[in-house]
């Protein structure tokens, strides 16, 4: 019985396993030349995302996928998706698609509870964007994120890929330059393409199994005067890298010191190994209180002409307050 570590993932090429049996919670992704012959998978989740060259033989189907929100979904209700106008498993018989990330499993209950309640009000007319939504997005990125959104930065979107390149067009005239970190997400290249603009790749820099972002390159994208966006991936798909808050600020510097804007698609800031957060690229405010434990309101901006102050209002207990702000320097001062 082997039990493979998340340590086994992104970093192993030519790997064999043969009459083995298996546990592990996604312990294939992003293999490259994977070989199982007769093997058993037990207690193992959605296994091959990314792999190249996989040539399996495996006797047991996977068990389950690990769901972060309402625990594990059993394999007796993985739905058989062939046949039913799905583009992923429009293939043949014996092909197993393994290429885009779309999900084999059922939807958390309470999803489809929801979505069967409002089938069975059986009129399907106009509607509202109701206080729900907003109370629902703006509690997510609270609790989860530690980042508070205000209401009104708000906009209903039927995808995020539709808010992308509706953004892109608005954003640029056509010719203009779009930079992006490549290797990322294809349908990029597709939102800047369509709206005529020109892709700009700042390649990220790859060395013994890791992304990196080369930072002169970027500068150097950026300082082209027919470059006026970013598509920012963070966390980034496909190179599963979580951009640290300093790479966050540099990337910003960077674009306000070039006048470059910055979309950042933050899809998948949900799905990150236990312990590992994501930090919103616009979250200055979240990273000055997690690292003071103070609450801040936004503040009021007085007086003008370079002289102005902002007043803000800080919520803490007493006995923190000193130690809160000696923190709240520290911060403010690498940002
Ligand atoms: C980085 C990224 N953005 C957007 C999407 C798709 O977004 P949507 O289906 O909401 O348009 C994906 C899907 O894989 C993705 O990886």
Not at 95 to 120: G, H, N, S
Not at 194 to 202: A, Y
């Amino acid at each position: 019985m082997i039990n493979i570590t998340k340590k086994l993932w992104f970093v192993w090429r030519n790997l064999t396993f043969v009459n083995c049996t298996i546990e592990s919670l996604q312990g294939f992704c992003y293999i490259d030349n994977l070989t199982l012959k007769n093997c058993k998978l037990i207690n193992t989740s959605l296994a091959f995302e990314f792999v190249e060259n996989v040539d399996a033989q495996i006797t047991t189907k996977i068990d389950s996928v690990f769901n972060p929100i309402s625990g594990t979904i059993k394999a007796d209700e993985i739905v058989n998706r062939r046949g039913t106008d799905s583009i992923k498993w429009d293939v043949a018989d014996n092909e197993l698609p393994m290429w885009v990330a779309d999900m084999d499993f059922q939807t958390a209950p309470e999803i489809i509870d929801a979505l069967i309640k409002r089938a069975k009000e059986g009129v399907f007319g106009y509607t509202d964007v109701n206080d729900e939504w907003y109370d629902a997005y703006i509690n997510w990125w609270k609790n989860r994120h530690g980042f508070e959104m205000n209401r009104e930065w708000l906009m209903f979107c039927t995808g995020v890929i539709p808010a992308i390149s509706s953004t892109v067009r608005k954003l640029t005239t056509p010719n203009e330059k779009v930079i992006i970190q490549t290797p990322v997400y294809n349908i990029f290249f597709n939102s800047i393409l369509n709206n005529g603009c020109q892709v700009l790749e700042s390649p990220l820099h790859y060395e013994d199994g890791i992304y990196s972002i080369d930072f002169d390159d970027l500068e150097e994208k950026m300082s082209d005067p027919q470059a006026s966006l970013m598509i920012l991936c963070n966390p980034h798909n496909p190179v599963s890298k979580i951009w640290s808050k300093e790479e966050l600020a540099k990337i910003g510097e960077l674009a306000k010191k070039h006048g470059v804007t910055i979309i950042s698609d933050e899809i998948h800031c949900d799905l990150t190994m236990p312990g590992k957060d994501y930090i919103p690229f616009a979250a200055h405010a979240a990273i000055i209180r997690k690292e003071t434990g103070l609450y801040l309101s936004s503040g009021t901006v007085y007086g003008d002409c370079g002289k102005d102050f902002l007043r803000m209002n800080v919520a803490c207990t007493k006995a923190n307050l000193q130690d809160g702000l000696s923190r709240l320097k520290k911060a403010i001062d690498s940002l």
